[in-house]
């Protein structure tokens, strides 16, 4: 007898599961000092949570030549204690624990390097609630996120049409949507309202304590 397609959902880590902006952006101001380099504001570097590192440091630098080296400092000063310098949103293990109870497999699908993302969740009291996690390597492998879910589907043997990416940023939906996923647009992180809807994804969800519905409404109708 054939099994029945799995249920799944992909879940974005930094700015949908946890708040890493502390960490985030000191340990990006930290790299542009040591290099040398202008350091903007806390508040001007919120855009860099959520897309790969080095496409940021790339647009920050304006020169390719420092983008090793930059991501190099980042990583020292980020291991360094500001992995841990993240809070997770309020009511988001209940939609985790939630979602688990409706028979989803929930699998971490972020921009974070692998490593990081696998000590991030066990700080934090996510692991529980995950069956895998995915990330780029640390040598640049699986930077974009498209081809991070296609090697998770390939890994996982899921059928897109049986679950949907969940983040707060245009290439996690933008990356869903290139392997024929749909996506929920997490609105209590870093993207807003018309960056996510330019991004394709399917629908918005205001605050984790609608997860659950919105996820419903999406794989059900």
């Known amino acids: 007898m054939k099994r029945a397609p799995e249920k799944f959902l992909l879940f974005d880590l930094d700015g949908t599961l946890v708040d890493p902006a502390p ?3 000191g340990s990006c101001q930290s790299a542009l000092a040591a290099l040398g380099q202008p350091v903007p ?3 001007e ?3 860099i949570i959520g897309p790969p590192l080095r496409r940021s440091f790339a647009q ?7 983008v090793e080296t930059a991501v190099t400092l980042y990583r020292e000063s980020y291991a ?5 310098q993240a809070e997770p949103y309020h009511g988001i293990f ?3 624990s939630d979602l688990k109870d409706d028979g989803y497999r929930l699998v971490l699908c972020t921009a974070k390097p692998r490593p990081f993302a696998q000590a991030v969740i066990k700080h934090f009291g996510f692991a529980e609630y995950f069956d895998g996690v995915y990330g780029p390597e640390l040598d640049g492998r699986f930077d974009d996120k498209g081809d991070l879910i296609a090697h998770l589907f390939a890994r996982e043997g899921f059928d897109a049409a049986q679950g949907c990416m969940i983040g707060d940023r245009d290439n996690d939906t933008l990356a869903a949507g290139r392997n024929g996923l749909e996506s929920i647009g997490a609105l209590w992180g870093y993207g807003n309202v018309r960056e996510l809807n330019e991004g394709g994804a399917t629908i918005l969800c205001a605050r984790p304590g609608e997860l659950r519905k919105c996820v419903n409404l ?3 109708g």
């Open 45 to 47: 570097l919120k855009w």
């Open 94 to 96: 209940i939609a985790l």
């Open 80 to 84: 360094g204690g500001g992995i841990f």
């Open 23 to 25: 960490g985030i952006i």
């Open 60 to 66: 920050l630098l304006g020169d390719a030549d420092q």
């Open 41 to 43: 504001p806390h508040e």
């Open 218 to 220: 999406l794989m059900h």
